[in-house]
Nanobody, 123 residues
Framework: QVQLVESGGGLVQAGGSLRLSCACS????????MGWYRQAPGKQRELVAA???????SYADFLKGRFTISRDNAKNTMYLEMNRLKPEDTAVYYC?????????????????WGQGTQVTVSS
């Protein structure tokens, strides 16, 4: 399977910014959809933003334009630029991606999750 490696989380004050990265580590043939999710303590995991292979993006309504998702297909990497952060944005952020990877001459589908990165916003 394909491993997704996240980075960029941390502690920031309200109103600050963070940039998350999610890199796919494996022989990638193609990636279809990529997305960022988050899970706060005691709450269900929710979709934050998603981006298709063609670059179309979608966002959760609660973001109100504060976050921007992007991807670099050459690097098989996705980003989440988070601005004007609020304490309620505190959560573990996970990335997800699906597509095709190869091992030798064998091509297989994948749908993988990252291990999660903690984002904490202080008031």
């Amino acid at each position: 399977q394909v491993q997704l490696v996240e980075s960029g989380g941390g502690l920031v004050q309200a109103g600050g910014s963070l940039r998350l990265s999610c890199a796919c580590s494996r022989n990638i043939y193609s990636i279809n959809n990529m997305g960022w999710y988050r899970q706060a303590p005691g709450k269900q995991r929710e979709l934050v933003a998603a981006v298709t292979s063609g670059g179309s993006t979608s966002y959760a309504d609660f973001l109100k334009g504060r976050f921007t998702i992007s991807r670099d297909n050459a690097k098989n990497t996705m980003y989440l630029e988070m601005n004007r952060l609020k304490p309620e944005d505190t959560a573990v952020y996970y990335c997800n991606a699906d597509g095709i990877y190869y091992t030798g001459s064998t091509y297989s589908p994948f749908d993988s999750w990252g291990q999660g990165t903690q984002v904490t916003v202080s008031s």
